[in-house]
């Protein structure tokens, strides 16, 4: 396990892998945040941006607006008492942030990992009536998602964060099983 004062090594191909499965895991729950708020685009912006750079482009300024968009989204969800669509955004904002992952060996990089699948996972949990059955489905389909690139570089971080509530046990669950 690596130490919190180590320097990962990680490329720039690395860093796509990761963002690529952030989206793959992220993008299913965009569903939720649509049907409670059809009129706002910002978590699909998140995604596709963090699509784009996982399919080639610069990580830009863009990349990152988008990413505070989702955040905000998830911010006025949760106001509107949209627990499932504010986790849903910030799925979204998780992807967009996979791009930015650093190569610090700190527990709290986990979270730009894992962290989209985590949150997808309750957004599905909470818009099923808090089921976690449908939170381990999600993880599930999270572990297949996950090749060998992305367990490769989340294994050269420490294990996931304590705390975080419910999202943190679903990333720590999450990272548990992909170790």
């Known amino acids: 396990m690596a130490d919190v004062s180590t ?4 490329s720039l191909s690395e860093l796509r892998e990761v963002a690529a499965y952030a989206v793959a ?4 729950a965009l569903t939720i945040f649509e049907r409670e708020r059809p009129d706002d685009p910002r978590p699909r912006a998140a995604i596709e ?14 990349l990152r607006d988008s990413a ?8 006025e969800a949760r106001d509107a008492g949209l627990a499932a669509a504010c986790d849903a955004a910030r799925a979204a904002l998780a992807a967009a942030g996979a791009g930015y992952l650093h190569p610090l060996a ?4 986990v979270k730009h990992i894992l962290g989209p699948a985590a949150h997808a996972a309750r957004a ?9 059955s449908v939170g381990a489905d999600h993880l599930a389909q999270a572990r297949a998602l996950a090749g060998p690139v992305v367990v ?26 992909l170790r």
Request: aromatic share 6%; net charge positive.
């Open 7 to 10: 320097t990962i090594e990680l």
């Open 25 to 28: 895991c992220a993008r299913p």
């Open 49 to 62: 941006a963090a699509r784009t750079f996982a399919d080639g482009a610069e990580r830009t300024k863009a």
């Open 68 to 75: 505070w968009g989702a955040m905000r989204a998830a911010q």
């Open 106 to 109: 700190k527990a709290t990089q």
């Open 124 to 132: 599905f949990e909470l818009s099923a009536g808090d089921d976690p």
């Open 152 to 177: 490769d570089v989340l294994r050269r971080y420490p294990l996931a964060p304590p705390g975080g509530g419910r999202v943190g046990e679903l990333l720590r669950q999450l990272d548990a099983s």
